[in-house]
């Protein structure tokens, strides 16, 4: 992910930055007979069409540039100021305070039920202190294809998009209808899930987005996306 300054768990110090490689998912306990990543090559709908459907959703490493930062705080801003359209309560987002990153009883769901009461920013310090975390973590990012770094800084992030529906759709469970659907943006140095708009197409709504919202706003190539697809991998 993107800042590496603060202290973080098991040693006290920073969480090396991961490649945008999803191998650690499955120590975490990523069922991979029930689903799988794979890799998004390009945001034209020849190449979207390329990747295995249902897409459950979609992570984006981008570069932190100046223009993206201004943005982002007004975007902050008036989110705050003026909110946003209502969110699924139920979508689970926490709080980015470390510098990282499902079977039954696996970690990932342990921790879900563990944090699903709890407010984003203890949801982040339960994660600091799990210990099982910054193991794999770290054996992931020193096990990548690229050697680590000595500075740990970075101008790279990830954030992820998933889609869910309107929240009375849910809480009255009713059938969603046509447009009952919506893109959100999870990203931890935000102050909550980010609603994008109704989704129809996910995939394609989601280049949509990344092509508009990031692309746009830079000339750095330093782009990656991968998606979370249902079902075994046919490779």
């Not at 990543?37 to 069409?49: K, P, Q, T, W």
């Not at 100046?66 to 139920?90: C, F, M, N, W």
């Not at 920013?121 to 990012?141: G, P, Q, V, Y």
């Amino acid at each position: 992910m993107a800042e590496t300054k603060s202290d973080s768990v098991s040693g006290g110090g920073p969480w090396i930055p991961l490649e945008s490689n999803p191998e650690w998912a499955v120590k975490a306990g990523l069922v991979a007979s029930q689903a799988h990543f794979e890799d998004i090559y390009g945001l034209d709908n020849e190449l979207l069409g390329m990747v295995t459907e249902p897409v459950k959703a979609v992570i984006l490493l981008f570069p932190i540039t100046s223009p993206y930062e201004q943005k982002r705080r007004e975007e902050d801003l008036r989110i705050a100021r003026e909110g946003q359209h209502p969110v699924d309560p139920t979508v689970f987002w926490m709080k980015q305070t470390s510098d990282v990153t499902f079977a039954p009883e696996s970690p990932i769901e342990k921790f879900i039920d563990v944090c699903k009461d709890k407010t984003p920013e203890e949801r982040a310090k339960i994660l600091e202190s799990t210990k099982l975390f910054a193991d794999i973590h770290e054996d992931a990012a020193s096990g990548g294809q690229t050697s680590v770094p000595t500075d740990l800084d970075t101008d790279l992030h990830f954030t992820c998009f998933v889609r869910a529906p309107n929240p009375p759709s849910r809480e009255e469970e009713q059938p969603v209808g046509p447009g009952g659907m919506r893109l959100l943006e999870l990203d931890g140095r935000r102050g909550g899930p980010i609603d994008r708009g109704e989704s129809s197409e996910f995939l394609k709504d989601v280049a949509k987005f990344v092509r508009n919202s990031y692309v746009a706003y830079t000339a750095n190539l330093n782009f990656s996306m991968i998606a979370l697809c249902g079902g075994p991998s046919l490779e």
